[in-house]
């Protein structure tokens, strides 16, 4: 399936992009688009605004995923706690964890302006998250 | 890692105008500028650093300013000499000045206070925290202050754990 975002990935998009390949959609291709516009006919459009997987309410992209595809995993559950903080900034949820992904992440996206290599990168660094909660929370 | 040239800040602009009425869609943009830590370098000109944060807001604000009514346009710059970005730069440090010597001064304050036994040390302890780590995120080039900041902020930590574990038997608070 086709999915497509706005271009410049932050820690919400390239979380939900680590989501959807891990969790959703192994096959999943992505457009990224500097105008909505652009975006390519019949795409699952996210954290664009106005769309079904958005932001909602007090949520992210990434915890409007969770509710609308009933992913019930705590492992999950933290890591979309960790993604609001990093990237809503309201301390939501006290997560220190969120402060250096938000560096981490905000660094790499410098270092490789390329949506595609950027989140090829970040998925392994959303792994390790994973890997890492999975194992205090299991 | 590149050389300088290469490797210098690319920097966001953004220009906006906004009727001067109703006054709330100024006020909230201007508030929504400081917040982010956006230096004006005149009326309706305003700079940042650029990352994927900084420019998602901009273009958020520059939408905002439109649907209110007003002109906004984004740009990207790069100042036309290493020594234009180096004033830009140190422009940034000193706008961070004043909330930097705010949060010194109340944690000084909170840590007096720790020592001489007052009460509600921990949520002034947390808000001052909280501040701190919300300046730190707009203090995009490290103001000189920060490292003085974060030592009174530390002080005063000492401080009120100090107190309050004399107050209390130890291990019976946090989370697990």
């Known amino acids: ?138 | 890692m590149l050389g300088d040239m290469e490797k210098r800040t690319r920097w966001l602009i953004l220009i906006y105008q906004l009727p001067r009425e109703p006054s709330r869609h100024r006020v909230a943009v201007w508030r929504k500028l400081r917040d982010l830590g956006a230096l004006y370098l005149q009326d309706g000109v305003t700079a940042l650093p650029e990352d994927a944060v900084t420019r998602e807001q901009l273009e958020w604000l520059q939408l905002r300013v439109r649907e209110a009514g007003g002109e906004a346009t984004l740009w990207e710059a790069k100042p036309g000499t290493v020594a234009e970005e180096a004033e830009l730069v140190e422009a940034f440090r000193s706008s961070r000045e004043k909330t930097y010597r705010d949060i010194i001064a109340r944690a000084e304050r909170l840590r007096r206070k720790a020592q001489m036994g007052g009460g509600a040390l921990s949520e002034r302890l947390g808000k001052l925290e909280r501040e701190f780590r919300a300046e730190r995120r707009r203090d995009y080039f490290r103001s000189p202050l920060r490292l003085e900041a974060a030592g009174a902020l530390k002080a005063a930590r000492e401080a009120v754990r100090d107190r309050e574990g004399s107050a209390r038997v130890l291990g019976t608070e946090g989370k697990v």
């Open chain 1, 1 to 138: 399936m086709l999915w497509a975002t706005r271009r410049g990935c932050h820690v919400d998009r390239t979380a939900c992009i680590w989501l959807i390949r891990r969790f959703l959609d192994p096959q999943a291709t992505f457009a990224f688009f500097g105008d909505p516009a652009e975006a390519p006919e019949g795409a699952e459009l996210f954290d664009v605004v106005g769309a079904r997987l958005s932001h909602r309410g007090e949520d992210c992209s990434f915890e409007t995923f969770l509710k609308e595809y009933d992913l019930d995993d705590p492992v999950l559950r933290e890591i979309a706690e960790i993604v609001h903080d990093a990237d809503l900034m309201d301390e939501k949820y006290g997560r220190p964890e969120s402060e250096g992904l938000d560096a981490i992440v905000r660094g790499m996206q410098l270092e490789l302006p390329d949506d595609q290599a950027l989140t090829s990168h970040t998925d392994v660094l959303y792994d390790g998250l994973y890997a890492y909660l999975s194992r205090e929370v299991l």
